[in-house]
């Protein structure tokens, strides 16, 4: 066979690059964690569909706390007015202990604190999202704090919280939710494979199209001595020095 034949044969078998058998595969591999994403949201989706089962007899967990109506505001003609107002803003807490206390660190000791517990305070979006009723509008104030990110937003926070008192009742389960242990098993076996073999950042990649967060440890210890020994225009010098000499 002459280096025409060979040619000619080459181009009509496909054979593929070193480049196009790479990207299939990677294609090949994204396939498959396609594949096993959906498995898992399979998996997932029945679990939640199993629903629940009733206690029989309901079992205590804790306590629980809300805000409820002042004796005094209950029997006034406006009461059914600031428990609908209520059932808005209300806020619920739960805890182990019946005091709601909790554990600090203070000067070296550990000492228990009660916790403070308010009512709902609403940003802008969240406010108007509320649909309140011109009446219950004038009840709320604004007041101006910082967020997680350190800007100044405005919120709307309750004008007269003195008008209910906070309730502690016992957290009763009624129902627990229905566990099937071999969905369960199945889940953790491909956790356990996507964990082990370091593919979930290629997952979130392929399927929601974004990269899983990792942390940057910033430049090397090397560089950091030599910004700490060195000014800028030291190094600059050097650097232009380097410069003509080459030339």
């Known amino acids: 066979m002459d280096i025409n034949e060979w040619e000619y044969y080459v181009l009509c078998s496909r054979l593929k690059t070193k480049r196009q058998k790479e990207r299939l595969r990677k294609w090949d591999s994204d396939k498959k964690l396609i594949k096993i994403n959906k498995e898992l949201k399979r998996l997932q989706k029945e679990q939640m569909n199993l629903g629940h089962k009733e206690l029989d007899p309901p079992v205590q967990r804790g306590w629980k706390r809300s805000f409820v109506l002042r004796p005094d505001v209950e029997r006034t003609k406006d009461r059914a007015f600031f428990q609908a107002l209520l ?3 209300n806020t619920e807490q739960y805890s182990h202990r019946r005091d709601f ?13 009660p916790r ?7 940003y802008e979006w969240s406010f108007r999202k509320l649909k309140l ?11 101006w704090e ?8 405005k919120k709307y926070a309750f004008a007269e919280p003195w008008r209910y ?9 009624t129902k627990v939710k229905v566990i099937d242990p071999l969905l369960l098993q199945q889940q953790a076996e491909i956790d356990n494979f996507l964990c082990r073999n370091n593919l979930w950042p290629r997952l979130h990649k392929v399927v929601d199209g974004w990269h ?3 942390w940057n440890p910033g430049p090397k210890e090397k560089y950091k001595q030599l910004l700490k020994t060195d000014s800028i225009k030291n190094l600059m010098e050097d ?4 410069k003509q000499h080459e030339h």
């Open 146 to 153: 910082f967020n997680q990110k350190r800007e100044l937003c």
């Open 239 to 242: 650097y232009y020095k380097e």
């Open 116 to 122: 403070v517990q308010k009512l709902n305070e609403f």
């Open 87 to 89: 059932d808005k803003i």
């Open 101 to 113: 206390k909790k554990k600090i660190r203070k000067k070296g000791k550990k000492i228990h604190v």
């Open 165 to 173: 008192t906070l309730r502690v009742r016992p957290n009763m389960i």
């Open 212 to 214: 899983q967060y990792r």
């Open 133 to 143: 009723t011109e009446k219950e509008k004038l009840y709320f104030i604004e007041k």
